[in-house]
């Protein structure tokens, strides 16, 4: 069965301008998480998303925003993007009979000129 | 004060040797999941526990509910498991995660 995936693997951008970070989650799951973990910071919720619909949301500003579709992969959109952007994102997916138990995937690691 | 406190930040024992690393939170969980992230960044969830302790090879979970504390040992250390160890918990009602700062640990030949 395959994991989590998640496109692309390294993400190069500058400042101002917009990246957009995909996830497939596992066959079968229906819930997506987004997660940041920027240099010498700890890994912080960003988004959950359930059933197409955002559920949560972290303490980031608006110009963070994803969505679901319908086969339950994800995109992580961040417009105007700012140097502290600059993180490894990760995705995580879960199933709606055992949400406690997260999967992730294997990051994608974006860089801010 | 985070919500999720790892002690110790940094690990750095020799091959063989029995490590623990520990994790107090100080919120109502409904579970604490330990993950290991190799370098490059990819994690890997080791273990999910709401009580008591699970084993998987030469690794071990534990978690005192009442306490608010969990342990990670690793039996007959080696240096492939040498990693960031990460503890998380799922917030009583949430279903997102808060993370721990990570511990780094290095194993030496």
């Known amino acids: 069965e395959a994991g989590v995936t998640q496109s692309p693997t390294h993400l190069i951008k500058t400042r101002g301008q917009q990246a957009t970070l995909r996830c497939s989650p596992i066959?079968?799951?229906?819930?997506v998480y987004w997660y940041q973990q920027a240099l010498g910071l700890g890994l912080q919720f960003l988004l959950w998303?359930?059933?197409?619909?955002?559920?949560n949301r972290g303490n980031f500003p608006p110009r963070f925003s994803g969505r679901q579709f319908p086969n339950y992969s994800s995109e992580l959109n961040v417009n105007a993007l700012e140097l502290e952007d600059s993180a490894l994102y990760l995705c995580?997916?879960?199933?709606?009979?055992?949400?406690?138990?997260?999967?992730f995937g294997p990051g994608t690691r974006l860089t801010v000129l | 004060k985070n919500e999720v406190e790892q002690s110790p930040q940094n690990l750095t024992a020799q091959e063989g040797e029995f490590i623990t690393i520990n994790c107090s939170y100080s919120?109502?969980?409904?579970?604490l999941h330990w993950l290991q992230q190799h370098p490059g960044g990819g994690i890997v969830s080791l273990f999910m526990?709401?009580?008591g302790k699970k084993k998987h090879g030469r690794l071990i979970a534990t978690i005192n509910i009442q306490e608010k504390h969990s342990s990670l040992h690793i039996t007959a250390s080696h240096p492939r498991d040498s990693a960031v160890y990460i503890c998380?918990?799922?917030?009583?009602?949430?279903?997102?995660?808060?993370f721990g700062q990570g511990t780094r640990l290095t194993i030496n030949p």
């Open positions: 998380a918990v799922r917030l009583g009602g949430a279903q997102k995660l808060v």
């Open positions: 995580a997916s879960s199933s709606r009979t055992a949400y406690n138990e997260q999967f």
């Open positions: 919120v109502g969980i409904s579970a």
């Open positions: 526990l709401s009580s």
């Open positions: 066959s079968g799951h229906t819930s």
């Open positions: 998303y359930d059933e197409g619909e955002e559920r």
